[in-house]
Nanobody, 124 residues
Framework: QVQLVESGGGLVQAGGSLRLSCAAS????????MAWFRQAPGKEREFVAT????????YYGDSVKGRFTISRDNAKNTVYLQMNSLKPEDTAVYYC?????????????????WGQGTQVTVSS
């Protein structure tokens, strides 16, 4: 079992930056592949980025490639999402998720544990 708590969301102007954090507690953090998803009002939850257990593999959704960076610090039990060049269409609730199965996943069904989410709003 792992508990996830996101932080760092807020209101930012287009072109600005934010860094989201997701703090994990419970079982060994390095046992989990981690990911960020987001959900905008009236839309389905969307894959944003994933990172492997040791941080050696990262993969991004097409809409954020080149602008967002996922990273993790296993000593601090934390995963991060650095978001640059933000656009109004990045406005959403951002969720952190953990996966305890082997390999990576880009789908909601691949993740067993979820945080409560943090709101990111990008104004034009």
């Amino acid at each position: 079992q792992v508990q996830l708590v996101e932080s760092g969301g807020g209101l930012v102007q287009a072109g600005g930056s934010l860094r989201l954090s997701c703090a994990a507690s419970g079982r060994t953090f390095s046992s989990y592949a981690m990911a960020w998803f987001r959900q905008a009002p009236g839309k389905e939850r969307e894959f944003v980025a994933t990172i492997s257990r040791n941080g050696g593999y990262k993969y991004y959704g097409d809409s954020v490639k080149g602008r967002f960076t996922i990273s993790r610090d296993n000593a601090k039990n934390t995963v991060y999402l650095q978001m640059n060049s933000l656009k109004p269409e990045d406005t959403a609730v951002y969720y952190c998720a953990a996966r305890d199965q082997i390999g990576s996943s880009y789908y909601i069904q691949g993740y067993k544990y979820w945080g409560q989410g943090t709101q990111v709003t990008v104004s034009s």
